[in-house]
Nanobody, 124 residues
Framework: VQLQASGGGLVQAGGSLRLSCAASGRTFSRYTMAWFRQAPGKEREFVACIRWSGGPYYANSVKDRFAMSRDNTKNTVYLQMNSLKPEDTAVYFC???????????????????WGQGTQVTVSS
């Protein structure tokens, strides 16, 4: 599976962005797809995830502001980010795994496939 993330950019606080992650592969619908982010000097952290069997699930820091969705006909997942804050500034990565269990969805080490990342910068 190859993942291609896009949609990052520079936005003012309170603004919105929509990230996309396009995946290759014929069994996309069976994959758990996730977004992680990594700010300079910080560890990669879970943002959101959507499984083939349920979800989406969100980190508390983005719940009620971000919305993740998937379009299996386009092999693409989206992350709609609203009410952005400067602390949302990071490189955002999409990830995929076919066998991850629910209790592990927030653990980046459990995902097999990763995209290249897209920069999101929120100015105050």
């Amino acid at each position: 599976v190859q993942l291609q993330a896009s949609g990052g950019g520079l936005v003012q606080a309170g603004g919105s962005l929509r990230l996309s992650c396009a995946a290759s592969g014929r069994t996309f619908s069976r994959y758990t797809m996730a977004w992680f982010r990594q700010a300079p000097g910080k560890e990669r952290e879970f943002v959101a995830c959507i499984r083939w069997s349920g979800g989406p699930y969100y980190a508390n820091s983005v719940k009620d502001r971000f919305a993740m969705s998937r379009d299996n006909t386009k092999n693409t997942v989206y992350l709609q980010m609203n009410s952005l804050k400067p602390e949302d500034t990071a490189v955002y990565f999409c990830a995929a795994d076919r066998q991850i269990i629910l209790s592990s969805i927030r653990d980046s080490n459990q995902y097999e496939y990763w995209g290249q990342g897209t920069q999101v910068t929120v100015s105050s």
